[in-house]
């Protein structure tokens, strides 16, 4: 009885080395086989630098300090998404509209524009919204590509001034830079 015992749990100790060493050779071996089953790149990161972009500010600038680069393995697609807070606030009784782009380097950008228009009394006057803004690129060969935002005002109030205000340090809420690999 007990030598049948002991080759029984022989048997179940071999089963699982060969179970284990299979399973990892597979897990590491089979994606330098088939570079395609290797996992997408991915890379979020916030930032909590607060930007403005005046109305006056009729020229592309870079939001100061949003931007990755961003590497992947495979010719395949980038998806990024930025998400932010965005407060638009004015001294007009006119309209403020500004341009935003997520831009990859090599890769396209995808733009929006955002505005307000009031024909009111004039006042001033803020308001405050969730931003996201989504950009898929076409396939693209492997290597390091640079992501980042720029705005732009499209109309100039003056003498009157207006704003976009990313990242307002009073309601402590971060901008986001979401890049992953679609393969």
């Not at 606030?89 to 403020?96: A, H, K, P, T």
């Not at 733009?111 to 009031?118: F, R």
Request: net charge negative.
């Amino acid at each position: 009885m007990a030598k049948g015992s002991s080759s029984a749990a022989g048997a179940i100790i071999l089963s699982l080395i060969l179970f284990v060493g299979v399973g990892l050779g597979a897990y590491f071996g089979l994606p330098m086989f088939f570079p395609g089953m290797s996992t997408p790149a991915y890379v979020y990161q916030e930032f909590d630098n607060e930007i403005i972009i005046y109305d006056s500010d009729l020229a592309w600038q870079n939001l100061t300090g949003i931007e990755l680069n961003f590497t992947k393995q495979h010719d395949s697609k980038i998806e990024a998404t930025f998400n932010s807070l965005l407060m638009l606030g004015y001294l007009s009784d006119n309209r403020m509209v500004y341009e935003i782009a997520l831009c990859v380097e090599n890769g396209g950008n995808r733009t929006t524009y955002v505005g307000y228009l009031d024909t009111g009394i004039q006042s001033i006057r803020e308001v405050t919204t969730s931003f996201m803004l989504t950009y898929t690129t076409a396939i693209l060969p492997a290597g390091t590509y640079r992501v980042y935002v720029m705005a732009r005002s499209l109309f100039d109030l003056d003498p009157e001034y207006g704003y976009a205000l990313f990242n307002n340090a009073i309601v402590d809420y971060n901008s986001s830079l979401t890049i992953q690999e679609i393969l």
